[in-house]
């Protein structure tokens, strides 16, 4: 169930943006060419702007340091970059970017699918990250355990965060972990 839930927001990234998959591994994360491309919101001159591949710009301890326990890092579909820990109900999630513009719902459209993603979601908007940022939690279907996902705005990019778990984490745990992934996020971009 877990799993199926981090699938459904990867989904709802990918819609929103349209990326590719490399499927690679990278538990090192200090690897890789960053050579993944995608269409810039630059009005259509034809140039192109590469999404941050996180699993090689990020350590496993610098996204440890966040979660607050051990994580491993592989690169999952759409350049994800997934983390986890050694139990599986513990937090696990992905971070990673899709462009955005009008033309598909821009910020907004990937925050209200989102929201539309799980159930009862309580939106928390975070202040003086980018252009905007936000973190919403909720379950995922008729599961019992909060779940978290997020955005931070970039330009034409947001850096996303999602967070499954079933260890019974309160929603001030999650939105507080989540903050510091879209920061981390930011500063690595």
Known sequence: MKRAWLAGLVVVGALAAGCGDDGADNNSGDSGDNTGAAESNDGGDGETAELPKFCDLLTPDQVSAAVGAAVTLTTGPFDACEFKQEDPRAVSGSVGSVEVDTGNGGFD???SGITGTL??????????LGDGAFVTTGTFGTGESL???GGVLVGGT???????QASGMAEGELVAIAEKLLQLLVDAA
């Open 158 to 164: 947001v850096h996303t965060v999602n967070l499954s």
């Open 147 to 149: 779940q978290t996902a």
């Open 109 to 111: 459209g990937y925050q």
């Open 119 to 128: 159930t009862n979601p309580v939106e928390h908007p975070v202040e003086g």
